[in-house]
């Protein structure tokens, strides 16, 4: 049973994989043995005491808050460049990309870690973390395209088995570049990874798996994983989305079990929660259960008191055989609207509990208001409530008007025959009496 479209909000906050910029370190091999020994693998040229000193001068400044003198000093290692070998170019626009990035100036952060894999003669390692710091800079500066560029780089330099971040990051810059079964596909192995050894995946993980498995219309797999969201979170709005999902799958029952159970733990709070339950119990048979749902919304203010949802109200209680309820609401309704729809209805709902004066006064009532979808059953409520209160000559008139329209044309002639006869009969009796 679909009773709420969109039950799951997929907004790009809802979904943010976290994404923190786990940069490298700040100096990556500062010592000049660290540095030879980092030769011994990849002919990288040592880098210098005397840069390094100043490296290490412009990052203390930035780090004290003196964040342009700290650029000053970059700037003016930058203008003496051309004597410095590679790695010490590439370590000089580290610095400036850190300093960027702690400014949060993202755009110049990232041009500067370019400049740094751009050196061909540095540390593998050093590359492989600044291109994934590229990704996740790009990342965060909203450019999707550019962050799974980055991770194809870095996953082509890499030779150690792939970790779940790369997997959730491009998983994440996929989602958001609408590329979804590609985002699919990377979450799953992010996913399958940690559960492989019995861990828990993260929640914004599965987050992320709920929301790629509704837009590539896959009902029955974001079930499942709603199911894993209520064990292992047990947040309410878990419950809720679960709840709604089950109605799109068809499995009833299931749905209105778990929202029943999500009333009784206090997680029904909004107006759409209290409407969906409302609806849920209405179309699993249990109509009262559905009235008092709304009633109880009303009252606690969560539901607008509007003539749709005293309707509904109304509608539950006669659905539930208890009609008597049903009319202070029918009565409600009324007042909020210019036709006479509802009181039309009360007409019917009168003459179910053989209250023949009210049923006739609603009958007018609603002829007189006027705006009716099926006029033909006012009138044939009126003829019966005037035949019943052996207004027959009122009841016949009612019944030809009624006549005359196709859709009760049949019973119209039907009750006009018998209503005649009856009258007659009681004529004639009346006549033997005297």
Same mark, same amino acid.
């Given at each position: 049973?679909?009773?709420?479209?969109?039950?799951?909000?997929?907004?790009?906050?809802?979904?943010?994989?976290?994404? @923190?910029?786990?940069?490298? @370190?700040?100096?990556?091999?500062?010592?000049?043995?660290?540095?030879?020994?980092? !030769?011994?693998?990849?002919?990288?040229?040592?880098?210098?005491?005397?840069?390094?000193?100043?490296?290490?001068?412009?990052?203390?400044?930035?780090?004290?808050?003196?964040?342009?003198?700290?650029?000053?000093?970059?700037?003016?290692?930058?203008?003496?460049?051309?004597?410095?070998?590679?790695?010490?170019?590439?370590?000089?626009?580290?610095?400036?990309?850190?300093?960027?990035?702690?400014?949060?100036?993202?755009?110049?952060?990232?041009?500067?870690?370019?400049?740094?894999?751009?050196?061909?003669?540095?540390?593998?390692?050093?590359?492989?973390?600044? !291109?994934?710091?590229?990704?996740?800079?790009?990342?965060?500066? /909203?450019?999707?395209?550019?962050?799974?560029?980055?991770?194809?780089?870095?996953?082509?330099?890499?030779?150690?088995?792939?970790?779940?971040?790369?997997?959730?990051? %491009?998983?994440?810059?996929?989602?958001?570049?609408?590329?979804?079964?590609?985002?699919?596909?990377?979450?799953?192995?992010?996913?399958?990874?940690?559960?492989?050894?019995?861990?828990?995946?993260?929640?914004?993980?599965?987050?992320?798996?709920?929301?790629?498995?509704?837009?590539?219309?896959?009902?029955?797999?974001?079930?499942? !994983?709603?199911?894993?969201?209520?064990?292992?979170?047990?947040?309410?709005?878990?419950?809720?989305?679960?709840?709604?999902?089950? /109605?799109?799958? /068809?499995?009833?029952?299931?749905?209105?079990?778990?929202?029943?159970?999500?009333?009784?733990? *206090?997680?029904?709070?909004?107006?759409?929660?209290?409407?969906?339950? @409302?609806?849920?119990?209405?179309?699993?048979?249990?109509?009262?259960?559905?009235?008092?749902?709304?009633?109880?919304?009303?009252?606690?203010?969560?539901?607008?008191?509007?003539?749709?949802?005293?309707?509904?109200?109304?509608?539950?209680?006669?659905?539930?055989?208890?009609?008597?309820?049903?009319?202070?609401?029918?009565?409600?309704?009324?007042?909020?609207? @210019?036709? /006479?729809?509802?009181?039309?209805?009360?007409?019917?709902?009168?003459?179910?509990?053989?209250?023949?004066?009210?049923?006739?006064?609603?009958?007018?009532?609603?002829?007189?208001?006027?705006?009716?979808?099926?006029?033909?059953?006012?009138?044939?409520?009126? *003829?019966?409530?005037?035949?019943?209160?052996?207004?027959?000559?009122?009841?016949?008139?009612?019944?030809?008007?009624?006549? %005359?329209?196709?859709?009760?044309?049949?019973?119209?002639?039907?009750?006009?025959?018998?209503?005649?006869?009856?009258?007659?009969?009681?004529?004639?009796?009346?006549?033997?009496?005297?």
């Amino acid at each position: 049973m679909k009773l709420i479209k969109n039950i799951l909000v997929l907004s790009a906050t809802t979904l943010a994989i976290n994404a @923190s910029i786990s940069m490298i @370190s700040l100096v990556p091999e500062v010592s000049l043995s660290s540095a030879y020994a980092a !030769t011994k693998t990849k002919r990288v040229p040592a880098l210098r005491e005397k840069v390094y000193s100043q490296l290490a001068r412009a990052q203390k400044l930035a780090d004290d808050g003196n964040v342009q003198e700290g650029l000053e000093v970059l700037d003016s290692i930058k203008a003496r460049s051309s004597s410095m070998n590679s790695y010490e170019v590439a370590m000089m626009h580290n610095f400036y990309g850190f300093i960027y990035y702690n400014e949060n100036q993202l755009g110049k952060a990232i041009e500067s870690f370019e400049h740094v894999v751009a050196e061909d003669a540095i540390p593998e390692s050093l590359k492989l973390s600044t !291109t994934f710091s590229l990704a996740q800079l790009a990342m965060a500066n /909203g450019d999707y395209a550019k962050t799974v560029s980055y991770l194809d780089d870095w996953k082509a330099l890499n030779t150690q088995p792939v970790k779940t971040n790369y997997y959730t990051l %491009k998983a994440q810059a996929l989602y958001q570049s609408k590329s979804y079964k590609n985002a699919l596909e990377n979450i799953n192995i992010a996913i399958s990874l940690v559960e492989s050894k019995n861990e828990v995946p993260k929640e914004n993980w599965l987050v992320l798996q709920r929301a790629l498995y509704y837009s590539l219309n896959q009902p029955t797999d974001v079930v499942n !994983t709603l199911e894993k969201m209520v064990k292992l979170f047990d947040k309410p709005q878990y419950w809720i989305q679960l709840g709604g999902m089950y /109605g799109e799958v /068809g499995a009833e029952e299931k749905q209105l079990a778990i929202l029943e159970t999500a009333k009784q733990r *206090g997680f029904i709070k909004t107006k759409s929660e209290v409407l969906q339950l @409302s609806q849920v119990y209405l179309y699993n048979g249990l109509p009262f259960k559905a009235a008092q749902t709304l009633q109880e919304g009303i009252k606690n203010k969560v539901i607008e008191n509007t003539e749709k949802n005293l309707s509904f109200i109304a509608e539950a209680y006669v659905q539930a055989r208890d009609e008597k309820k049903s009319i202070e609401f029918f009565k409600s309704a009324d007042k909020l609207v @210019s036709h /006479g729809k509802f009181q039309q209805r009360l007409a019917e709902v009168y003459i179910n509990l053989e209250h023949f004066d009210e049923a006739a006064d609603a009958a007018r009532a609603a002829l007189e208001k006027g705006g009716l979808t099926f006029e033909s059953n006012v009138y044939v409520a009126l *003829g019966m409530a005037q035949y019943n209160l052996e207004n027959f000559d009122a009841s016949i008139l009612a019944f030809e008007q009624a006549e %005359k329209h196709k859709k009760s044309a049949a019973l119209a002639r039907q009750w006009i025959k018998y209503v005649k006869n009856e009258k007659l009969h009681k004529q004639s009796l009346k006549e033997s009496l005297m």
